[in-house]
């Protein structure tokens, strides 16, 4: 059994994404079709990519991503599949897979070139159904990824999601996502932080101070703002049971900065 | 093959829902997915029961049926497993379960204590992912309930959703549910009332008169409100072709009463 | 292994989609269950059965659709199964299936008639649960159509979508369906044009005149609107990296026009 999942800025509205599953399953009829998202905002590729980077790996070995946000739908821009972190990845090659192949330098991918894998005649303005999904289906039957185009080292990467901290310790980053909870994620992981403890540091969104860092939202007991590790490894900015991204006026792409507690005593922003 | 369910306040755009597939089919491939809603408003504990009555009983037996709205997530709040009308219930233990429970005197309930079942480690929030998925998995692959924890009598429950006649056969009520149609959704079953036939009440919303019980939408004719018994057993008020929330300002919570006609002669509130 | 797939106006928060589901699983444990949209505006025939049009054709033979756009649920409003296009389809006689029907004259229609198919009792609001649902299993588990009911020959038909060009060419038509992308789809099919090529005609929409032609987005180049021959067969109106809807001030219905260009140099309409 085959698992291959769909992520679009289809929407759901418009029978077009019931288009690529009939496509899909016409050719792989014991595939398990899977949804992470048709919700992706119009076009906008990084965003699409960030919700891949949260439900892509925890699918099984061998599940095929089929990842459609296209604004370059009949240009010259390649089609591409790969295998990346034990999977198989199709789609058009601008960036939506960067965060994939960031976790996988191994990764492996083709410009898709057979023409022959591709239903005929093929659109101008609808390579979801017309490339991708009979690519897809045809990785899930066990058709060899090397099959399907030559070997291209250069897929279109988008700027790293993850900030590098700055010698003095300080890291700049900005808002990668707000959820649908209002929480603000940050491209603050983990691993950034010389402690893992973000209490070493002041942390500053849109250039008001965030002072307490939790464990869990429960211990908030307030509706003042919070910093908390999320699951998915990054640095949250939370409310509980409010809105972060309300409360602070925050967006996607709003600085964040930490800035180890001991060089910050001189700061001035105003405290949220 | 089985069935796993999953009714959720995720939204459909943050790829939450994605990771919770991946763990689920990684664990369990040959399961059926089934999504209930994913669109229950957030930490909307009551919604998503409502939610989880409307659908839950038409599965077939030894369906998991996964709910996730959780605003505890990460507290002391328990996570529970159950078996209850021939269906297992996996989520958080906060009332989510509590019509379903109603319905099955015999619902037997455990604590999820057995750490070995969850994925590890585990975060502080996001258990749909990482213990509500692996335990609904393992349900699904045939593990006992028992197995899960030390079973316990006393889950968390929301206030009763069916109201109770009064001595003089008055029943006093709410909105428990407004659909995407307007339609107003009441806590009056048709075993509330001495006799089924709403004609011989009268019903008040937010204190306006609905002077009409009807059979159906379509004997409507006009677009005054009228009281008809819901596909869920529960007495609904409905506008033919609109909405009976924007006719008469009602939203969940509304207050609705039903009043034996032979009692209600001098009742005085504007007619609907 | 049979598809089954759902249309509906159900919309994704209220449960109902999922008790649709459940009783399809329960009586055909194997069915492949696939959402093609829930988003169908309250009520709105003809966007359902555009939506069907988009997407059920590239299922595989032998997929039953099951659409319920459904106003008239519980009048004399006829319950109908039939086979077109190597699918079966199910749902109310009010037009749905209009466009299906439209692409295969030999179409076979019954109305549903015998009971014992139906759940027991069947609500009056709900037929998309109560009969329809178990009619759609019934034949995923291979029941015959005839088995049904009696065949009809005069199932309820929505005016053709497709536009007639008048003897001098030229072909008066509408918006049909605007998409998430904001792009304008019109009754104009590839062969309604003496010639296939839109550049030799003047495009009106909504009295603004489309002077651009394109094979593909990408092409555009700035923020005008152009013609573009869509994924469907159909032309549409589309503005790069924007919404012509919104550009154009257009909504479903807005009359379209083509001229021949030998014919409309006369034409005084502001240009778009």
Redo the contacts between chains.
Sequence with gaps: ?S?I?L?T???????????????L??AA??A?????????P??DIAAGA???????????EG?VHVAVVD??????RRGIAARAGGHFLVGPDNGIFSYLFEADPGAAVVRLADRTRFRDPV????HG??VFAPVAAALANGVALEDLGPPIDDPVRLPPLIAEPAPDGTVRSRVV?V???GNLVTGIAHADLSTADPAAFVTEVGGRRIRRHL????ESGTDEPFT????SGLL?VSVS?GSAARSLAAVRGTAVSLTPVSSSTSGAGPAA
């Design positions: 059994v698992v999942t992520l800025d289809f929407g759901t509205a418009d029978g077009y994404v019931g288009a690529v599953k009939g496509v399953l016409a009829p014991r398990t079709l899977v949804d992470i998202t048709h919700d992706i119009p076009q960030f919700a891949l980077r949260t439900a892509a790996s925890f699918f099984p599940t604004p370059g739908v009949g240009s010259a659109s101008h303005t609808f159904r017309d996502h959820d649908r909870y464990g869990t939202y429960a908390i590790w999320g699951s949250e049971g």
